[in-house]
C-alpha cells in the first residue's frame, strides 16, 4: 500500500515537472510599436508557439477623465499566420543582428521592436525602418493585426455606449476589405457576434459584421 503511494506520488511529481517544462519551453514572438501622437501610441503583440497571444495598448487619455484609453486582449492567432510569424522570425535570424536600415533622413514612422525568445535562443532589435524583407512583412503582418484588435475594441465600445457609430466603422472596414483583407478578423468574433445578436443594431450594420465574421481565418 506504502508503495503504491509512492508511486502514485512520482507520477504526480513528474507529471507537474513535465508540465512546467513545456510552458517554459514555449517559444514567442513580440513586436511592440510607439509612436506617440498616434493612436494608439504603444502598443505590443505576443504570440507564443502554441498559438496563445496577447496584446496591449495605450492609447489617449479619456476626455473629462483621470483614465486612458488602455485595452489587454487574449486570444488565439490561426495556425496559418502562427506558422508565418516563427517561419519569418527564423529568416531574420531571430533578431539577433540590428534590423534597422542606420539610414539618415528617414521618415519616422515609429519606434519598432521585434524580440524572440526559447528555450536555446533569444533576441532584439529595435529599429525605425528595415531592408529586410522578412522584417517588413512581420511588421505589416502585427500592424494589420493591431488594426483589427482595435476595431475590435473601438466596437465594444460602440455597442455598449453608442450604437448608431457601429454602422460608420464597419461600413468603412468592409469597403477596406475588398482590397485588404483584415488581419485575423476571427481574433474580434466574440464582439462581432454580439453584434449580430443585438436586434436594436440596425440589420444593415448586423449583416456587415456577419460578413466580416464569415472571411476566412488568417490573412
Do not use: W
Amino acid at each position: 500500500m506504502l508503495r503504491a503511494l509512492h508511486v502514485a506520488c512520482l507520477l504526480v511529481f513528474l507529471s507537474v515537472v513535465v508540465h512546467s517544462q513545456t510552458n517554459q519551453e514555449q517559444a514567442a514572438v513580440t513586436f511592440t510599436l510607439d509612436f506617440p501622437g498616434s493612436q494608439p501610441g504603444h502598443y505590443s503583440v505576443q504570440v507564443q508557439s502554441d498559438g496563445k497571444a496577447r496584446y496591449e495598448s495605450r492609447g489617449r487619455p479619456v476626455p473629462e477623465s483621470d483614465e486612458s484609453d488602455n485595452f489587454d486582449y487574449e486570444f488565439t492567432i490561426s495556425p496559418a499566420t502562427r506558422e508565418k510569424i516563427f517561419a519569418l522570425s527564423a529568416k531574420a535570424g531571430y533578431f539577433q543582428k540590428n534590423l534597422d536600415s542606420q539610414r539618415k533622413n528617414m521618415a519616422f514612422t515609429g519606434k519598432k521592436t521585434l524580440s524572440y525568445k526559447d528555450a536555446q535562443r533569444s533576441g532584439e532589435s529595435t529599429y525605425n525602418y528595415s531592408p529586410d524583407v522578412a522584417v517588413q512583412e512581420l511588421t505589416n503582418l502585427f500592424q494589420g493585426l493591431s488594426a483589427t484588435l482595435e476595431l475590435g475594441h473601438r466596437l465594444e465600445f460602440s455597442l455598449r455606449y453608442q450604437k448608431l457609430a457601429l454602422a460608420e466603422d464597419l461600413k468603412r472596414t468592409e469597403e477596406s476589405a475588398r482590397l485588404s483583407p483584415p488581419v485575423e478578423i476571427q481574433a474580434i468574433a466574440p464582439i462581432l457576434q454580439q453584434i449580430i445578436a443585438d436586434s436594436s443594431v440596425m440589420n444593415v450594420t448586423r449583416a456587415r459584421a456577419q460578413r466580416l465574421l464569415e472571411r476566412p481565418a488568417g490573412r
